[in-house]
């Protein structure tokens, strides 16, 4: 895995770093870590005369920092690159050209998820869990747990209802799966309010590939948790297959939930 980390020193930019690290640690590849010095803010005439000069020391103790958290988690398949000029434009240029398969940047930077071409997760963010029916398995829970604390992130749980399985006469069974999604969602909101983790929460209906990308606009998903499947297929499972299958829909970072934990 390819992760770009574009980095400030921030103790934001630090946490995106982390997580960074501990992607790699789980699944392999090489991090790299992209510092840019903005020149031009140092140009106006209340900056100083060595205004400049003092702020590259800085960017510099920056990254000394962040080759060294890099190596204290024994992490050797790491890159350190120093540009000039402004950031958000300099890291389009570095993603267009690199290519990476994650870039995790600081809210400073939520534009960056609307222009750049490949995922990009804001850390911290917002993590989208989208929920049906058929609830979820206390080893989703763990996964969510594990992500929020390693992001700092906020998650919000999307209830999708399939309104369109549902025709004029079935209007009571629409009620029970209605029902049933919201409680399946407030369940899950419970288990992890429990472990300390304030949820939000939402009900959509309509066909669930289409609200969950609705959702995730809506709210500026940095991750989007989805079901990969299992013995018993629901709406939710082959909406996450359709998204899987067609990347150019998804624009937001995806973690797929181990057969064994899908809903």
Known sequence: MNILVAYDGTLNSKKALLYGINKVQK????????????????????????????????????????????????????????????????????IAADRPDLV????????????????????????????????????????????????????????????HLYSREEKAELAKVTSATTAAVSSLRDALADQGIRAAEVIRAGYPDEEILKAAEEHQASLVLLPSGGSTPSELTKAAAILLDEPERMHWPISVLPAETAA
Do not use: N
């Open 27 to 94: 699944q392999g590849g090489v991090i790299t870590v992209l510092q840019v010095f903005d020149r031009a803010l140092y140009v106006d005439y209340e900056a100083g005369p060595r205004a400049e000069e003092r702020g590259r020391k800085e960017a510099a103790r920056h990254l000394e920092e962040a080759r060294r958290i890099v190596s204290e988690r024994g992490i050797s398949s790491a890159r350190f690159i120093e540009k000039d000029g402004q950031a958000e434009e300099v890291t389009l240029e570095h």
């Open 104 to 163: 995790l940047a600081t809210p400073r930077f939520r534009s960056l998820a609307r222009r750049s071409t490949r995922p990009v997760s804001i850390i911290p963010g917002t993590i989208l869990v989208p929920v049906d029916s058929s609830g979820v398995p206390p080893s989703t829970v763990a996964m969510i747990l594990e992500e929020t604390a390693s992001s700092g992130s906020q998650v919000v749980l999307l209830g999708l209802v399939p309104v």
